[in-house]
């Protein structure tokens, strides 16, 4: 679990890691995890990108995308400021 963590905030200027959360939820969480394995034989992409929230959300969320200060992130706001009705 900490290794997926790392993985997964390596790229957050403010990386979150499992030792800030409180101990009885780490457990809780941990326990609910289940692993499985497929064979992907195709893949179908959609975008969710915050289509159905109001306007001030998706700012909010174009907002926290770029403050992340990643390129994957400031891309990701990008496309989305693109996406807004005028």
Do not use: C, F
């Given at each position: 679990?900490?290794?997926?963590?790392?993985?997964?905030?390596?790229?957050?200027?403010?990386?979150?890691?499992?030792?800030?959360?409180?101990?009885?939820?780490?457990?809780?969480?941990?326990n609910?995890?289940?692993?499985?394995?497929?064979?992907?034989?195709?893949?179908h992409?959609?975008?969710?990108?915050?289509?159905?929230?109001?306007?001030?959300?998706?700012?909010?969320?174009?907002?926290?995308?770029?403050?992340?200060?990643?390129?994957?992130?400031?891309?990701?706001?990008?496309?989305?400021?693109?996406?807004?009705?005028?």
């Amino acid at each position: 679990m900490e290794k997926l963590t790392r993985q997964s905030e390596a790229a957050v200027m403010q990386d979150w890691q499992i030792s800030d959360a409180p101990q009885d939820y780490i457990e809780k969480m941990i326990n609910a995890v289940v692993g499985i394995e497929i064979v992907i034989s195709r893949l179908h992409g959609k975008r969710k990108a915050s289509q159905n929230q109001p306007p001030a959300n998706r700012q909010g969320v174009i907002a926290g995308l770029e403050a992340t200060g990643t390129a994957d992130g400031v891309r990701m706001a990008q496309m989305m400021r693109a996406q807004e009705p005028s």
